[in-house]
Nanobody
Framework: VQLQASGGGLVQPGGSLRLSCAASGRIFSINFMAWYRQAPGEQRELVGSITSSLSTNYADSVLGRFTISRDNAKNAVYLQMNSLKPEDTAVYYC????????WGKGTLVTVSS
């Protein structure tokens, strides 16, 4: 499946953004969908994941601020990001089936005043 992330941009600290990931094929049979991010000079890290049973998991750094969701009918995955901090600045990537699965091109999120 091919993935395309969108929704990034420049936002002030404390603001919100919603990232979208559109899949070229059906995602209802894909158990693991996730968002990763990579900041300059840092390794790529898992931000949040969601299974086909809608079980979610988050990095400690975003817990309570970010929410991952999926819409199988629209073949899409979303990441709602609230209370953004400068340290959330990174390129965000959509992923299906884990690190060895499918990756989309990233979308840049910049949190700055």
């Amino acid at each position: 499946v091919q993935l395309q992330a969108s929704g990034g941009g420049l936002v002030q600290p404390g603001g919100s953004l919603r990232l979208s990931c559109a899949a070229s094929g059906r995602i209802f049979s894909i158990n693991f969908m996730a968002w990763y991010r990579q900041a300059p000079g840092e390794q790529r890290e898992l931000v949040g994941s969601i299974t086909s049973s809608l079980s979610t998991n988050y990095a400690d750094s975003v817990l309570g601020r970010f929410t991952i969701s999926r819409d199988n009918a629209k073949n899409a995955v979303y990441l709602q990001m609230n209370s953004l901090k400068p340290e959330d600045t990174a390129v965000y990537y959509c992923n299906a089936d884990g690190p060895l699965g499918s990756w989309g091109k990233g979308t840049l999120v910049t949190v700055s005043s």
